[in-house]
């Protein structure tokens, strides 16, 4: 399938979901898995068909917008930063959720503190080296379990899942964590991304179910 055919087909069943009159259920979360949510084992791949390979010799992340120190960081200097890693539950909006990813990499408080934001900066758009964008509030972005994550479960990123680095924000379902991230931009006001112009949710709470607006 072309990835415009794709692309439109993933619309057609948002735009479906809300004419069908798919609304969160409001059901308590009960314990570990968002409501309407499903345990799987695997790891699904979801991309826009596009899967751009970037060698990490080439590869480059902007730190850039509203910022007092704007910084465009290699791969060497990427890896120069504290690395972390965090274990973290995993919720797409197509209803899969995967338990326990072990995700490597550098905090977003890290390259937050490196660019210093101007303090009128309150939302961040990311952006793929596939074209893809997302926007996130710049206070959901600021808990420790947000990364720019280079490994998952030892072994670097691979293509599929978003390498040489994807973003991972374990409390948005995961739509919001731009794979193959290329730039991350701090902005005054919120700009949708990809999915959020295509009537995703913009605020994207797995535990609300805020998945289609
Ligand atoms: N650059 C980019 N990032 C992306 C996407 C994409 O198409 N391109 N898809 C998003 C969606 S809808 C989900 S569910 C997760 C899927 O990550 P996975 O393929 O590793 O499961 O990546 C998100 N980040
Ligand atoms: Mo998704």
């Not at 991309?47 to 902007?62: E, M, N, Q, S």
């Not at 490196?114 to 710049?138: E, H, I, M």
């Not at 290329?182 to 913009?202: H, I, M, Q």
Request: hydrophobic share 40%; with cysteine; charged share 20%.
């Amino acid at each position: 399938m072309s990835k415009e055919r794709y692309i439109a087909a993933k619309q057609r069943w948002a735009e479906k979901q809300v004419a069908a009159g798919v609304r969160p259920r409001a059901v308590p979360a009960a314990g570990r898995l968002p409501p309407g949510q499903t345990l799987t084992a695997g790891f699904p791949v979801l991309d826009l068909g596009v899967k751009p390979a970037i060698p990490t010799a080439r590869w480059t992340l902007a730190l850039d917008g509203l910022v007092e120190n704007p910084v465009t960081l290699d791969w060497a200097a990427f890896h120069a930063l504290p690395q972390v890693t965090d274990v973290s539950d995993f919720h797409c909006v197509t209803t899969w959720s995967k338990y326990d990813c072990r995700w490597g990499g550098v905090a977003f408080t890290t390259l937050y503190e490196l660019a210093r934001p101007k303090a009128a900066a309150k939302f961040v758009y990311f952006t793929g080296y596939d074209g893809y964008s997302t926007n996130v509030p710049l206070a959901s972005c600021l808990d420790d379990d947000v990364l720019i994550a280079t490994s998952f479960d030892g072994a670097p990123v691979t293509l599929e899942h978003g390498g040489p680095a994807r973003v991972i924000i374990p409390k948005l379902y995961a739509w919001k964590g731009a794979k193959f991230v290329k730039a991350v931009t701090f902005l005054e006001n919120d700009k949708p991304g990809f999915w959020e112009v295509r009537g995703y949710s913009n605020t994207a709470d797995p535990w609300k179910e805020e998945r289609y607006s």
